[in-house]
């Protein structure tokens, strides 16, 4: 079992900027490929930025492609998402998500996930 616990989420106004993290803890003795996943009231879940278990590899989704970038520190069980010129588009409740994988490219589909945080809100305002 891994725990997925994520931080970082706020208020921030058009333009702004946050850093979201993901802190992993029980068995993160696996290899993981890891994601952020984000859903606003009354819409479905959709995928945001996922890496690779070894961090060689990222992909995004085309909305947040340029502004938002995703990283990892394994010695640190730690996932990072930092997400520049924020849009009020991009308000949504954010998810980490993590798949025990050796894959070189990640998982973009949420049904492929076994662990899930519990999320952080985002809100942008205009």
């Known amino acids: 079992q891994v725990q997925l616990v994520e931080s970082g989420g706020g208020l921030v106004q058009a333009g702004g900027s946050l850093r979201l993290s993901c802190a992993a803890s029980?068995?993160?003795?696996?290899?993981?490929?890891m994601a952020w996943f984000r859903q606003a009231p009354g819409k479905e879940r959709e995928f945001v930025a996922a890496i690779s278990w070894s961090g060689g590899f990222t992909t995004y989704a085309d909305s947040v492609k340029g502004r938002f970038t995703i990283s990892r520190v394994n010695a640190k069980n730690t996932v990072y998402l930092q997400m520049n010129s924020l849009k009020p588009e991009d308000t949504a409740v954010y998810y980490c998500?993590?798949?025990?994988?050796?894959?070189?490219?990640?998982?973009?589909?949420?049904?492929?996930?076994?662990?899930w945080g519990q999320g952080t809100q985002v809100t942008v305002s205009s």
């Open positions: 029980g068995r993160t003795d696996s290899s993981y490929a």
């Open positions: 998500a993590a798949e025990p994988t050796l894959a070189a490219h990640p998982p973009r589909f949420p049904y492929v996930y076994d662990y």
